[in-house]
């Protein structure tokens, strides 16, 4: 199975500062990689796929990059909304795996 | 509008059998592939399983693998997943997931809002 691994597992920050979270994943997995928010009580919402491309409705804030085995996904501007906990998951291989997610919170 | 519905969480003994359903609206189903992904109280999202939009391909997670069986109606817009010799440890919330094509390899889009499954230890 291939592991993904993301990193800061948490992490403070400011409304207004970038905020950028690394996903790894143990081998290749070329740009199979989504990217999921997931607000407390809420089920989780998708926000990138195919390493890069953003879901129809999602603001341009959000942006995926990578390719292989490191993905970073990066909120340009944190707005209070978008504290919440953020998955990556892998879909080239079966099974499909999930990072173990990265909360993000208010400092 | 895109909308996907589970029913059928509730509590199952040590052992046991449940039976999820999600009905599903809004797109074609047929042409998307479906996932099941779960999530244990205070945990991360876990991927149970997953089925091609033709139902011909069937996919499970490593700890429900022999114990879970995903199918679909597509004559009905419904995804299932029957669960047997449940165990504590499938205590979740379990989400049905859409996906961008009728392969799983399209990646998840919409989720539903979650049913709460709880086998007590």
């Known amino acids: 199975d291939i592991q993904m691994t993301q990193s800061p597992s948490s992490l403070s920050a400011s409304v207004g500062d970038r905020v950028t979270i690394t996903c790894r994943a143990s081998?290749?997995?070329?740009?199979?990689l989504a990217w999921f928010q997931q607000k407390p009580g809420k089920a989780p919402k998708s926000l990138i796929f195919a390493a890069s491309s953003l879901q129809s409705g999602v603001p341009s804030k959000f942006s995926g990059s990578g390719s292989g085995t490191d993905f970073t996904l990066t909120i340009s501007s944190l707005q209070p909304e978008d504290f919440a906990t953020y998955y990556c998951?892998?879909?080239?291989?079966?099974?499909?795996?999930f990072g173990g997610g990265t909360k993000v919170e208010i400092k | 509008e895109v909308q996907v519905l589970e029913s059928g969480g509730g509590l199952a003994q040590p052992g046991g059998s449940l039976r999820l359903s999600c009905a599903a609206s809004g797109f074609t189903f047929s042409n998307s592939a479906m996932s099941w992904v779960r999530q244990a109280p205070g945990k991360g999202l876990d991927w149970v399983s997953g089925i091609s939009g033709n139902g011909g391909s069937t996919y499970y997670g490593d700890s429900v693998k022999g114990r879970f069986t995903i199918s679909r109606d597509n004559s009905k817009n419904t995804l299932y997943l029957q669960m047997s010799s449940l165990r504590a440890e499938d205590t979740a919330v379990y989400y049905c997931?859409?996906?961008?094509?009728?392969?799983?390899?399209?990646?998840?889009?919409?989720w539903g809002q979650g049913t709460l499954v709880t086998v007590p230890s």
């Open positions: 081998q290749d997995i070329s740009n199979f």
């Open positions: 997931v859409t996906h961008n094509g009728p392969m799983l390899t399209t990646g998840g889009r919409y």
């Open positions: 998951q892998q879909y080239n291989s079966y099974p499909l795996t």
